[in-house]
């Protein structure tokens, strides 16, 4: 076997060798001839080991092997450490390298250390590999050749079996020039195989697994694997003990089941372990399943992963055809314990089996996922504990495929523990920040949200909510990345299309999620058990109900889906994406159906009928079953429909209008697949229009008028305007009567559309006159919004027609805060709802529309009609230049007449809506400026206004307080001429006054009443009456008789609470005292239980000096209230009463206004505020006690302060009232000499110039107000 040693190494000696310097050295080196090399033989670095030495020590017999195996040793590590030095040695001479690898070849083959061995094949190996030449490679090849043949012993050939299997594995190429060159040797090698020794058996399955690698040779040697080499390898593959050959078996098993036929072969049938006779006597079948499930169940885990890895091989090829004898046999059962192993590569390699495995059936409907499934959560659960992406990868793809391919008939998760724990284990995932990682998990929670999967009660409804909500933020999360956009080129674009694109995947994935958990919560809608936790304690707040869950899906859908898709849309449109959005959003419709009319509405505000028209325009080609446009048509119907069922500004359909319509969109939306301008012009079509494009004309119509409700002004108002116009014509030529639906839209499209240059042609007004008198009411088409009110009333022809019952229903859809406006005083300008300002520009433009107003008023219901009356107040307050009294006046008396001319007594079910029309009267004659003459209509109002009182009773409180304040206003505001004129024909009227007589009864009982502002117009009215009567000496046909004991009695004894009834009180007393009692209109009599007078108060009557006291005390707690309006009254009360007292007994006039308890009145007034002196009561007051010399009450020197006080004030912040109340003050102190020296004359003086008459206008104050419904004059009740 050994070769001569060529010349180039017999050369090899020199001049002489290097001395050694250490004695480790030595043993690298043959002494004798070491000095002899040349020293270029000599590796310069450590360890000094010199080539020809190591070339003349190998083959020395008498050399002991140790010492050889060291000196290989030292070599292979110089070849390791230093192999571009070694090369260089070794390359110096080819002759050299052969001789070398000779004597390598020769020493394996010789000796029987497997350590020596393996080293050598190792250093050979190395120096072919490195070497890399054809002519040494085969000349190993060669020698290999000859030593398998000549040698008779498998067992002498087990080292070159071996290195061969080393060399082909190092060099993959030699494994087809081996099989092509040297065919016969598969004959020794398949005769090796039957060789009872399992290291060699061992070597030659290494081999050929290394020859069948490769392509070419597997397909070579095909015809020895089916003849010769198969039911060999099979049976040492099932009866292999040693470790070594059941990894070389399987090594070679994986590579023949990388081919077709080999895995048709082993699969097909059972292989016959008698027909090895040589190997094994003995009798029987197996398969490749059951020798793999032994394998499977070994606690090797090497073999544990071979095993799994060939089972995949084999399934690879065909799962359906090949799964079945792998289910039958077992395996998964053993697969899903493997998933428990700490070992990622054990755990990995059993993931992507069993993901082949789940494409067969047999695998689900033998139940192997139910016994499985909780070893996956677990193995799931662990894995993501790793580090290892993609572990993470494989296992959640095995688990969205069990998920995904479980028949709904074979529960997967036994408990909702499990399917908890499967829950959150998906939700850990699709945290990840990897983003494949992440994908995966969104995949699997897709088809984790099955039905099926979730119906273990109780559903946790939370555990979904957690998930989704972690899908769903890991979206937006990955959403807002931003694009790397600093790189500039062809190249950054291509990026950023990547980007956009995958975030596009990771979108659409999502979105499918979240659509598979709206069905979920569509199908548990007819689960009861699915309802909410049945084991919830019925005391304890249920919150994990379908309820919740479906209202946490419109929220995250609003909140999160939304925003996420209208972002990715800014980007890049992608049509199945957008299918699984609209289908989320219709889908919603059906899950939380008390709120679809809501998000109906926000979608629509939110521009999603313009969004939806543009991608059917856009994807939808004409293909019918396009399911984009099936899609987007089935969202806009249910949208359509929810907007049209609970319209905001509109009255909602009736069940066959819905259904008509429901028909009519459901046909015509798929068929709409235009842009805007397409479909307008397709609306103005004026040619013959057949009835199936009739209805699609119907669909546009309908879009575009929901779209312009809720503001989504997608289409130019102006082409609009003109295609609605053509529309209707087109509609009037063809004689159609369009639907009620339809009508209203195109009336509110063309008022909405419509702006001041625009204007409708006559025959448009004239077909919409013509269609809206086919419709029974205007109700059915009515929209509320100001542009629509305008629409009927700027048009004659439709205002004359129409504009009653459209202002009628105007006011019916207004809101309730005119209340809010009735409540603001006269006076202030209250701030006006928007939509008030286009009313009342309406009205400016044509008060004639005020006449409809006021039938409005009378007319309508009762809420209606009272929003009609706060309209037309706050009207008159906001524009007080238009004139429209005798407007109002003028109509309200043909009313009225109406109403009274054959009317006995008062209709009933009027009273409501007269009292605002009285209100309204009363309102105008308030906005009447003072002292002006009455009219002749005016008087007749005034008439028709006191029959219409005399026909009331008492109880009728709505109609009477607003027709006393008519009457007091009319009486008091104009002229004196006209006063005597008003005062004649209002006591013509006998129940007027017989009604005022009863009203004055009854105050005595209804004192603190809701009648009490009606008392007080009563007492106002008779004190005006009385006194116009007693200044005119009008003729009276009706007299009223009042009961004196009972005024006295309330005003001695008062009730706080009615200041205003008691001012009324004393006005009318005041009156009967200025009067003497004399009155021929009013009667004052005592009642029956009143004693008969004394003699000596003869001198008083009717009033009695107990009554005039006790009337004084009454006066004077009243004042110490100090309410202004009371204390006029009270103040002029008591001018009165002492005239009276002083006309008839001085003494007790001069008693009365000289009692002590007045200076602690006077006081008590004074004690409040800046300047008391100068309040007009107190001054009147002051004035009265200095004209009766009352100096106890108040003195010289405090007259001489309020003197001060005045000089000092600011007369230009006094009212008129005090200044008047001042002068006669000043006037009062002079006339009684009560100025004794010049300085006070002179400051009298000064004051009497200040408060000349021109003083008295500069400072003007209303004098007619309003006081809690209360008609009241200021001057009538201070003077």
Not at 454 to 476: I, K
Request: glycine share 2%; charged share 20%; hydrophobic share 45%.
């Amino acid at each position: 076997m050994t070769r001569q040693a060529p010349r180039a190494v017999r050369q090899m000696a020199a001049a002489g060798a290097p001395g050694l310097r250490r004695d480790e050295d030595v043993v690298l080196l043959l002494e004798r001839a070491h000095y002899r090399h040349d020293p270029r033989w000599l590796l310069p670095v450590a360890p000094r080991l010199c080539l020809a030495c190591t070339l003349e020590l190998l083959p020395e017999q008498g050399v002991s092997l140790v010492r050889k195996k060291h000196m290989l040793s030292c070599f292979r590590d110089a070849l390791v450490k230093h192999t571009s030095l070694v090369m260089q040695l070794v390359a110096q001479d080819q002759e050299v390298c052969v001789y070398f690898i000779s004597m390598l070849f020769g020493l394996l083959c010789s000796v029987e250390d497997e350590s020596v061995i393996d080293l050598c094949v190792e250093v050979v190996i190395q120096l072919t590999t490195q070497v890399k030449l054809e002519q040494i490679t085969h000349y190993l090849l060669d020698k290999c050749h000859k030593e398998l043949c000549n040698t008779p012993s498998m067992r002498g050939r087990l080292a070159t079996v071996t290195l061969l299997g080393k060399l082909v594995d190092a060099i993959p190429a030699l494994a087809d020039d081996l099989v092509m060159e040297h065919s016969n040797l598969m004959e020794h090698l398949s005769k090796g195989l039957v060789y009872p020794n399992e290291a060699v058996q061992s070597s030659i399955c290494y081999l050929y697994g290394k020859l069948y690698s490769s392509p070419v040779a597997a397909k070579m040697l095909s015809g020895h694997f089916r003849e010769k080499l198969c039911p060999l390898f099979f049976s040492i593959l099932e009866s292999a003990q040693a470790k070594e050959l059941q990894i070389n078996c399987l090594g070679l098993l994986r590579q023949l089941l990388k081919y077709d036929l080999f895995v048709s072969l082993f699969m097909s049938k059972s292989v016959l372990v008698e027909s090895a006779k040589t190997i094994k006597e003995s009798q029987g079948e197996t398969s490749l399943p059951l020798v793999l499930k032994k394998f499977l169940l070994s606690r090797d885990e090497i073999l544990q992963v071979a095993s799994t890895h060939c089972i995949t091989a084999v399934l690879v090829h065909s799962p359906v055809k090949y799964a079945p004898a792998f289910i039958h046999a077992d395996i998964p059962e053993f697969l899903f314990e493997h998933l428990s192993s700490s070992s990622e590569v054990l755990v990995w390699s059993t993931y992507n089996c069993l993901i082949l495995l789940t494409e067969e059936p047999l695998f689900f409907s033998k139940c192997h996922t139910v016994y499985g499934i909780e070893a996956v959560v677990r193995s799931l659960q662990e894995s993501l504990k790793m580090t290892n992406t993609e572990l993470h990868k494989q296992g959640l793809l095995l688990f969205a495929e069990i998920l995904t391919r479980q028949p709904e008939e074979i529960r997967l998760f036994t408990s909702s523990a499990l399917c908890g724990d499967a829950g959150r284990a998906l939700q850990e995932a699709v945290g990840s920040p990897v983003l494949e990682v992440a994908t995966e998990a969104v995949k699997a929670i897709s088809a984790f949200l099955r039905k099926d999967h979730q119906n273990t009660p109780p559903v946790q409804y939370r555990t979904l909510q957690a998930l989704l909500e972690a899908m769903l933020s890991r979206c937006v999360e990955f959403s807002q990345t931003p694009l790397n956009r600093r790189s500039l080129g062809h190249a950054c674009s291509r990026n950023s299309e990547k980007a956009i694109i995958q975030r596009g995947k990771f979108l659409q994935s999502t979105l499918e999620g979240f659509r598979k958990a709206c069905r979920l919560a569509v199908e548990f809608q007819n689960e009861p058990l699915a309802q909410e936790n049945p084991f919830t304690a019925p005391s304890a707040e249920k919150e994990d109900t379908l309820e919740a869950f479906s209202e946490f899906l419109l929220r995250a859908c609003d909140s999160l889906c939304i925003p996420l898709v209208m972002t990715y849309l800014e980007q890049a449109t992608h049509p199945a994406l957008m299918e699984t959005f609209f289908s989320i959003l219709y889908n919603l419709f059906v899950i939380v159906p008390h709120m679809k009319e809501r998000f109906s509405k926000k979608l629509a505000s939110s521009c999603f009928i313009q969004l939806t028209l543009e991608l059917k325009a856009k994807f939808y080609s004409g293909s019918s079953d396009s399911r984009l446009n099936q899609v987007c048509s089935s969202f806009l119907y249910y949208m359509c429909l929810n907007l049209l069922s609970a319209p905001e500004k509109t009255r909602p359909p009736s069940q066959e209008e819905l259904s008509a319509v429901s028909e009519l969109l459901q046909y015509g939306l798929p068929q709409i697949s235009s842009r805007t301008p397409e479909n307008l012009a397709f609306l103005s079509d004026r040619q013959y229009v057949e009835e199936a494009a009739r209805q699609r004309q119907y669909c546009i119509l309908i879009l575009f008028y929901l779209a312009c409700i809720y503001e989504d002004r997608f289409v130019p108002a102006a082409h609009l305007f003109e295609a609605v116009q053509s529309f209707l014509l087109s509609l009037q030529d063809q004689g159609e009567l369009p639907p009620p639906v339809i009508c209203r839209a195109s009336i509110y499209l063309l008022a909405i559309c419509q702006d001041k240059d625009n204007v409708l042609h006559e025959t448009v007004v004239s077909a919409i006159r013509k269609f809206l008198e086919s419709i029974s009411d205007l109700y059915l088409v009515y929209t509320h919004h100001p542009y629509l009110l305008r629409f009927f009333l700027v048009y004659p022809e439709l205002m004359s027609r129409f504009g009653h019952r459209v202002l009628e229903l105007w006011f019916s859809f207004e809101g309730s805060n005119y209340e809010e406006l009735d409540d603001v005083p006269f006076a202030e300008q209250p701030t006006l709802p928007p939509s008030f300002t286009d009313l009342f520009q309406i009205l400016r433009s044509s008060p004639s529309i005020l006449l409809i107003l006021m039938d409005l008023i009378y007319s309508s219901p009762a809420d209606i009609a009272r929003k009609v009356l706060i309209v037309l107040k706050t009207f008159l307050k906001k524009n007080e230049d238009i004139q429209v009294g005798s407007l109002v006046r003028g109509h309200f008396l043909l009313t009225l007449q109406h109403l009274l001319v054959e009317d006995v007594v008062l209709p009933s079910g009027v009273s409501e809506n007269l009292s605002l029309l009285l209100n309204l009267l009363s309102l105008v004659q308030l906005r009447t400026e003072s002292k002006q003459e009455l009219d002749s209509m005016a008087m007749k109002l005034l008439h028709q206004v006191s029959k219409l009182c005399g026909k009331c009773s008492p109880s009728d409180v709505d109609i009477l307080q607003p027709s006393f304040n008519f009457l007091y206003w009319s009486l008091h505001q104009t002229t004196p001429s006209s006063q005597k004129r008003v005062a004649a024909v209002l006591l013509s009227c006998t129940d007027l006054i017989e009604l005022l007589e009863k009203m004055l009864a009854l105050t005595w009982t209804e004192m603190d009443s809701p009648r009490n502002p009606l008392l007080c117009s009563a007492w106002l009215l008779t004190a005006s009456f009385s006194a116009q009567q007693h200044h005119g000496n009008l003729k009276v046909h009706q007299t009223l008789s009042v009961e004196l004991d009972q005024i006295l009695k309330a005003l001695s004894f008062p009730n706080k609470k009615v200041a205003l009834l008691l001012a009324a009180i004393l006005n009318f007393l005041r009156t009967a005292l200025q009067q003497n009692f004399s009155s021929v209109l009013v009667a004052l009599v005592h009642s029956g239980s009143h004693p008969p007078a004394a003699p000596e108060n003869s001198v008083l009557a009717p009033l009695e000096a107990s009554e005039v006291l006790s009337l004084v005390v009454g006066l004077q707690n009243l004042l110490v209230q100090k309410d202004p309006l009371l204390s006029q009254a009270c103040v002029g009360c008591l001018e009165a009463l002492l005239d009276y007292l002083n006309a008839r007994s001085p003494d007790l006039a001069l008693h009365v206004a000289s009692q002590p308890w007045n200076r602690f009145l006077l006081f008590t007034l004074l004690d409040a505020g800046e300047n008391p002196f100068l309040r007009p009561e107190i001054l009147r007051l002051i004035t009265l006690f200095v004209r009766y010399q009352s100096s106890s009450v108040f003195s010289h020197e405090e007259v001489g302060q309020v003197l001060e006080a005045a000089v000092l004030a600011d007369f230009s912040t006094l009212s008129n009232t005090t200044i008047r109340a001042l002068r006669n003050f000043f006037l009062q102190v002079q006339s009684m000499g009560l100025l004794t020296d010049l300085n006070t004359a002179q400051t009298l003086q000064a004051s009497l110039e200040g408060c000349s008459p021109s003083t008295f206008s500069a400072q003007p104050l209303q004098d007619m107000l309003c006081l809690g419904g209360v008609a009241v004059s200021l001057s009538h009740i201070r003077d």
